[in-house]
């Protein structure tokens, strides 16, 4: 686990949602780990019938469990069905035996954020997987082609229940590999990220995935991470540095997104130099989005809505900053 005292502490932040996920999967994995014994208990007593019931002629003449499965056949408990059954217990039992290593993503310098995220939960999801398989093999439809399942099991394959129970994540990163915008494809259900943010970073980073159903926040301390955790739907935050903005975009606090979003800080001036590959007006176009969704909604005219699509996101900023100033007065 990485040193930052910050990514323990936004693990401790999300115990309930992981809690939950591993209630799930400690069930799970006694269901089907219930179910292989009992089909191992069954076809043992099969046998044991039949060679009651052959008596003395049967032994070292008669394979009697291939007897057993010839007149008393079961699907369920036969060829891949059995195996991909007992391979769906192991993979259940794998994931609950890694521990808070579950929840942990650590994204190496200058790789894809959004990659490291969809192969985690890729990985977690073979939780769902292993369900769904157990499940088509108590009937005798599974067999080796649902193995791939067993491996790898994506997001988007998840369903709306699966998505319901998603684990949290907590996601190592630098502020210049913090291509937040890749992160909206995950963020459906009760699916909640962290992102601890190491090194300089963009100041409004998650601007970009306010929308009116998710939990965005930027903040810095994971002491403020409870209404994430308690939020019913998905959500996002991150742990950022002093001179980034910090916001906290509730869905459950108001119907526009004025009354859904409190800035509690905004940095003074519009970014002037890049971070790596994050230039400088893509920065200002963040906090300039942040800026503009505090605004009260208001009928507006034609000009003035093609004139605010065009204006130089520094001087919405501008004109952000010195409108508080006037409200603080």
Same mark, same amino acid.
Do not use: C
């Given at each position: 686990?990485?040193s930052?005292? +910050?990514?323990?502490d936004a ?5 309930g949602?992981a809690q939950?996920f591993r209630?799930t999967l400690a ?6 780990g219930?179910l292989v =014994?009992v =089909?191992?208990?069954?076809?043992e007593?099969?046998a044991a019938?039949?060679?009651a019931?052959?008596?003395?002629? /049967?032994?070292? =003449?008669?394979? *009697?469990?291939r007897? %057993?499965?010839?007149?008393?056949h079961?699907p369920s408990v036969n060829g891949?069905? !059995?195996?991909v059954? +007992?391979?769906?217990h192991?993979?259940? *039992?794998?994931?609950?035996? +890694?521990?808070e &290593?579950?929840f942990?993503? #650590?994204?190496?310098?200058? #790789? ?6 969809a @192969? ?6 073979? /939780?769902?997987?292993? !369900?769904?398989?157990?499940r088509?093999?108590?009937?005798g439809?599974a #067999?080796?082609?649902h193995?791939p399942a067993?491996?790898?099991?994506p997001?988007?394959?998840w369903?709306?229940a ?13 502020? %210049?590999d ?5 992160l909206?494809?995950?963020? &459906? ?6 992102? *601890? *943010?190491?090194?300089d970073?963009?100041? /409004? ?5 306010i929308?009116p ?8 301390a ?6 994430l955790s308690?939020s &019913?739907g998905p959500?996002v935050a991150?742990?950022?540095?002093d001179?980034a903005a910090?916001f ?5 606090a108001?119907?526009?997104?004025? $009354? ?7 940095p /003074?001036?519009?970014p ?11 920065? !200002? ?7 503009a969704?505090t ?6 005219? $034609?000009a +003035?809505?093609?004139?605010?699509a @065009?204006?130089d996101?520094a001087?919405?900023l501008a004109a952000?900053?010195l %409108?508080?100033t006037?409200?603080?007065?």
């Amino acid at each position: 686990m990485p040193s930052d005292d +910050r990514v323990r502490d936004a693990l401790n932040a999300l115990t309930g949602p992981a809690q939950a996920f591993r209630s799930t999967l400690a069930r799970t994995a006694d269901e089907v780990g219930h179910l292989v =014994r009992v =089909r191992a208990a069954t076809k043992e007593a099969r046998a044991a019938r039949f060679a009651a019931e052959l008596g003395t002629f /049967a032994g070292g =003449r008669i394979a *009697v469990d291939r007897l %057993a499965q010839t007149f008393e056949h079961q699907p369920s408990v036969n060829g891949g069905a !059995a195996a991909v059954l +007992r391979r769906s217990h192991e993979t259940l *039992v794998a994931l609950l035996n +890694r521990g808070e &290593d579950l929840f942990l993503v #650590t994204v190496d310098q200058g #790789t894809s954020l959004r990659d490291a995220v969809a @192969t985690r939960l890729a990985d977690l999801g073979r /939780a769902f997987g292993a !369900a769904r398989v157990a499940r088509d093999a108590q009937s005798g439809a599974a #067999t080796d082609r649902h193995a791939p399942a067993l491996e790898r099991f994506p997001f988007a394959q998840w369903n709306r229940a699966e998505r319901n129970v998603a684990p949290p994540l907590v996601i190592d990163v630098r502020g %210049a590999d913090l291509w937040a915008a890749g992160l909206a494809e995950f963020l &459906d259900g009760h699916l909640k990220l962290v992102l *601890v *943010v190491t090194g300089d970073a963009s100041p /409004a980073p998650l601007a970009r995935l306010i929308t009116p159903n998710v939990y965005v926040q930027q903040a810095s301390a994971a002491s403020e991470l409870a209404g994430l955790s308690a939020s &019913d739907g998905p959500g996002v935050a991150a742990l950022v540095p002093d001179t980034a903005a910090r916001f906290t975009h509730d869905p459950k606090a108001g119907r526009s997104p004025s $009354e859904r979003l409190r800035v509690a800080f905004m940095p /003074a001036a519009a970014p002037r130099k890049a971070i790596d590959g994050i230039s400088a007006p893509q920065q !200002a176009d963040e906090l300039a989005m942040l800026a503009a969704l505090t605004q009260p909604m208001a009928p507006a005219t $034609e000009a +003035r809505a093609g004139a605010a699509a @065009t204006a130089d996101p520094a001087d919405l900023l501008a004109a952000w900053l010195l %409108a508080q100033t006037h409200a603080g007065s």
